[in-house]
C-alpha cells in the first residue's frame, strides 16, 4: 500500500474548573448590577416620588395634569378629582394624571 494508516492522537480532557465559569460569568453579572444601579433603581425612585405626592394632594393645592392642564383641586377622591380650571369650570381627572404640584399662588 502506498498510503500509510493515520491515528488521531487523542488529547487530554479539558477540565473545566469553577474558576474558568465564574469568569465567564462575570460580564454578565456585571451588566445585570450596572443596569439596575443605571435603570431600574432611579425608575423605582421617581414612582415613589410620585406615589406620595398623588398620595398628599388636598383641597386647594394648584396642579399640572399629564395633558397640561393647569388648575385648582377642589374636590378629592379615591381615584379621582375635581379640578377647578377657570371660575365655575371644574373637570374630573384621575389622581394618577397629576405630574406635579405648584407653588401656591402660582395660578390668577
Do not use: C, W
Request: hydrophobic share 50%; charged share 20%; net charge positive.
Amino acid at each position: 500500500m502506498f498510503i500509510s494508516d493515520a491515528f488521531a492522537q487523542a488529547a487530554p480532557a479539558a477540565q473545566p474548573g469553577a474558576e474558568s465559569t465564574l469568569v465567564s460569568l462575570l460580564p454578565l453579572v456585571l451588566m445585570f448590577v450596572v443596569l439596575y444601579f443605571i435603570m431600574i433603581r432611579p425608575q423605582m425612585k421617581r414612582q415613589k416620588e410620585h406615589k406620595a405626592m398623588i398620595e398628599a394632594l388636598a383641597k386647594g393645592d394648584e396642579v399640572v395634569t399629564a395633558g397640561g392642564v393647569l388648575g385648582k383641586v377642589s374636590k378629592l377622591g379615591e381615584a379621582y378629582l375635581h379640578l377647578e380650571v377657570a371660575n365655575g369650570v371644574e373637570i374630573q381627572i384621575q389622581r394618577s394624571a397629576v405630574v406635579q404640584v405648584l407653588p401656591k399662588g402660582t395660578l390668577k
